[in-house]
């Protein structure tokens, strides 16, 4: 099994970015505890975007597909459901590792 890297964009409503921020910092300590999840991990844009991306690493698939039926993202959801300004962009990826180990990647 290959480990599967997700992107997860995050786009709040204008003035609701404090908001689904913090729904999703509520929503990351119970996810780590997930079956299968190596790193789910919040980052904010820089400049003028107030974008919120996760950068997630799970064991598998069939982990990913676990997370996606789990309660801490069905609470996640109901949260920010209403102050997003559209769908959240998810894409997944396996990795091309190259160079070092530790340095090529996630």
Do not use: R
């Not at 003035?15 to 929503?27: N, Q």
């Not at 974008?51 to 996640?76: F, N, P, R, Y």
């Not at 920010?80 to 559209?86: D, E, K, P, Q, W």
Request: proline fraction near 7%; charged fraction near 20%; aromatic fraction near 2%.
């Amino acid at each position: 099994m290959s480990p599967v890297i997700v992107v997860a964009t995050i786009s709040p409503k204008p003035g609701e970015e404090a908001a689904v921020k913090e729904a999703v910092l509520t929503a990351i300590p119970k996810v780590h505890a997930e079956p299968g999840c190596h790193t789910y991990a919040l980052h904010e844009a820089t400049g003028d975007s107030t974008d919120l991306v996760m950068i997630e690493k799970w064991e598998s698939m069939e982990a990913l597909a676990t997370h996606g039926q789990a309660e801490a993202l069905a609470e996640l959801g109901k949260a920010i459901g209403n102050l997003l300004a559209g769908p959240l962009d998810v894409k997944t990826f396996t990795a091309v590792p190259a160079g070092e180990a530790d340095q090529g990647a996630i």
